[in-house]
């Protein structure tokens, strides 16, 4: 990746950004479990960071990826992995289908306002029963007349209690369920819709996830993103996005990691000595900055790949799988070296520990990720050849 002027001052623009408006407040959102959304959302609307990549007759600023990627990697400097994850959510997990396939109308409606931050979105594709396996979701929205009626429930919705909208994948038919599927963009005031109190989860604390219940929600047709039928075929396109934002949101974080981890061996002595003397330490302090850098190597290369709008599917499985195994090896070697202070809740490596345990599960997990690879290598067994 060659970066140039203007990426490098869109990374000190997000730098900054989270040094004044994140990081001193960390500890009191985690602490409530939820942090003042539309608040910091205005302002990273302001500063045009929440449409770098969406087309700029909607108000963004129309770069290519490349420079969604270099602000998704600076957010990772976050105090906090639950901000920036909410941050992703807006940006590239509940917009990416809407500004790549949506009609101007709901451009204008709902793409212009969460490019200024005035209306905060969520991506509801995950059901009790069906998180790895989105084709078997549940949820459906019957035709009625120009209307859908929609009934079922979301699970784990990041931003949802704060939301203005969903970015809903609901079944549309009874056709197979990849033919059955459409994205449905549902405000989230429309009557018929409720939502949990927020989930007590193990980490991301300080954004807020919840269940979602749909019950006779009417919403109009137009509503609709794209033809009908094709919502899995563009929520596999948006999971793209999702998991490559994914990646480079967890090279800094890991980073941080590393460079505290040091920082405390240095100061820190056992017999006699810092511990950072100690070649098993300070050698695997190198190990894993070395894993570091093949992982920032491999998201830039899929980020490139999406720039020129080849298929990133293989190589953004890879990079979100080698951020995900990867941000559990770094966070649980770096927490040992700190011995009971690294046990500690408000330890930053253990907050660390706890939030990027996600990137494993959340967007399709490893062994999804792992399954998606084989399939493009040839070597999964297909039903019809005995395989599983
Ligand atoms: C904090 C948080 C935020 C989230 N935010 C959102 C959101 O905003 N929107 C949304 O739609 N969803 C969201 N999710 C849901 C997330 O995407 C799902 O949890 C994830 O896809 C896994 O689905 P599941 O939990 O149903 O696990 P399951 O599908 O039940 O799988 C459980 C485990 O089994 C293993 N597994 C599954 N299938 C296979 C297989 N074929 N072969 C081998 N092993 C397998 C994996 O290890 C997996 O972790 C969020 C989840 C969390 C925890």
């Known amino acids: 990746m060659q970066f140039t002027e203007e990426h490098q001052a869109l990374r000190k623009t997000v730098r900054d950004f989270v040094e004044k408006e994140i990081n001193p407040n960390c500890d009191e959102w985690e602490r409530d479990g939820r942090y003042p959304i539309h608040e910091v959302f205005k302002k990273l609307g302001d500063l045009g960071l929440l449409g770098i990549q969406k087309p700029e007759e909607f108000g963004g600023m129309g770069l290519d990826y490349s420079y969604n990627l270099v602000a998704a990697e600076e957010f990772g400097i976050a105090a906090a992995g639950g901000v920036p994850l909410s941050i992703g959510v807006q940006t590239d997990m509940c917009t990416p289908a809407l500004a790549r396939f949506g009609s101007n109308e709901q451009k204008e409606e709902f793409l212009r306002p969460a490019i200024t931050g005035e209306k905060v979105g969520c991506i509801g594709v995950s059901e009790v029963g069906a998180g790895s396996d989105v084709a078997g979701l549940k949820t459906n929205a019957k035709s009625d007349g120009d209307d859908y009626i929609i009934n079922g ?129 300070h050698f695997r302090m190198a190990e894993l900055q070395t894993e570091i850098e093949a992982l920032r190597a491999l998201t830039y290369q899929a980020c490139e790949l999406h720039v020129a709008q080849k298929d990133v599917t293989q190589l953004a499985s890879m990079a979100k799988l080698k951020a995900g195994r990867l941000g559990r090896e770094v966070t649980d070697a770096c927490l040992q070296y700190w011995g009971g202070n690294g046990y500690m809740w408000d330890n930053p490596v253990s907050r660390a520990y706890r939030d990027v345990r996600l990137v494993s599960v959340g967007g399709g997990a490893d062994e999804i990720m792992l399954g998606i690879i084989c399939k493009l290598m040839g070597t999964l067994p297909g039903k019809d050849k005995g395989g599983a």
């Open 153 to 281: 429930h979301k699970m784990w919705i990041t931003n949802a209690p704060s939301a203005d909208f969903i970015c809903l994948l609901a079944n549309t038919s009874d056709d197979k369920p990849h033919k059955n599927k459409s994205l449905i963009i549902v405000p989230m005031d429309t009557p018929g819709i409720s939502v949990a109190p927020h989930l007590d989860k193990l980490g991301m604390r300080s954004s807020e996830t919840a269940q979602v219940f749909f019950d006779d929600v009417r919403v109009p047709k137009r509503n609709r993103i794209g033809a009908e039928g094709t919502g899995f075929m563009m929520q596999m396109l948006q999971f793209q996005e999702e998991r490559l934002w994914g990646a480079a949101n967890v090279i800094k974080a890991l980073e941080g990691c590393v460079t505290r981890t040091i920082e405390y061996c240095r100061e820190r002595e056992t017999f006699g000595q810092p511990l950072i003397n100690n070649q098993a330490i």
